[in-house]
T-cell receptor, first 115, second 111 residues
């Protein structure tokens, strides 16, 4: 299996622009997580899905952030409009055993820079 | 609110010099505690799950232990390839299946 695939790997955009990050989880995994990592705050959970249904979005910073999972093999995280404080590495992770072992499989991340 | 605090923030070891990383946690009800390794430019990679105080897990030069308030990741005779950031995370009984991560310990092992 190719693992969790994220795109783009790097994104540089200007304040106010819309940003869409994409994730393809590992086939057969029914949990999908979006995390954000910064030096100051570490890894923060934004939202997670189970069987394509959002379960907990309490970590989504504000209404500028939205996430969707239209099917089992694809998810998007959208920021509109983007702000410089959104600059971070965004990770997608999937799991088949989130409830039992906590073993998440992470993608390589999307590094976002908002100027 | 769940809290996970890792120390030290950074650690430099000589090859072969054993040491331990600490993860202190506060959680209303612990479902599990997890250790991950993160290499630069990569996503975290799962190492261990610990469920109850007294439990230990081992993998090569790494051993993780758990008490009611903290976990240790012991590194025995480290090699340069053990250099990475080590992340600790907790999963609380009342927070679904989300993992709450600490900020990590950055380990550098020099030859």
């Amino acid at each position: 299996d190719a693992g969790v695939i994220q795109s783009p790997r790097h994104e540089v955009t200007e304040m106010g622009q819309e940003v869409t990050l994409r994730c393809k989880p590992i086939s057969g995994h029914d949990y999908l997580f979006w995390y954000r990592q910064t030096m100051m705050r570490g890894l923060e959970l934004l939202i997670y899905f189970n069987n394509n249904v959002p379960i907990d979005d309490s970590g989504m910073p504000e209404d500028r952030f939205s996430a969707k999972m239209p099917n089992a093999s694809f998810s998007t995280l959208k920021i509109q409009p983007s702000e410089p404080r959104d600059s971070a590495v965004y990770f997608c992770a999937s799991s088949q055993k989130a409830g039992s072992t906590g073993e998440l499989f992470f993608g390589e991340g999307s590094r976002l820079t908002v100027l | 609110e769940d809290q996970v605090t890792q120390s030290p923030e950074a650690l430099r070891l000589q090859e072969g010099e054993s040491s331990s990383l600490n993860c202190s946690y506060t959680v209303s009800g612990l479902r599990g505690l997890f250790w991950y390794r993160q290499d630069p430019g990569k996503g975290p990679e799962f190492l261990f799950t610990l469920y109850s105080a007294g439990e230990e897990k081992e993998k090569e030069r790494l051993k993780a232990t758990l008490t009611k308030k903290e976990s240790f990741l012991h590194i025995t005779a480290p090699k340069p390839e053990d250099s990475a950031t080590y992340l600790c995370a907790v999963q609380a009984v009342n927070s679904g299946y989300a993992l709450n991560f600490g900020k990590g310990t950055s380990l550098l092992v020099t030859p």
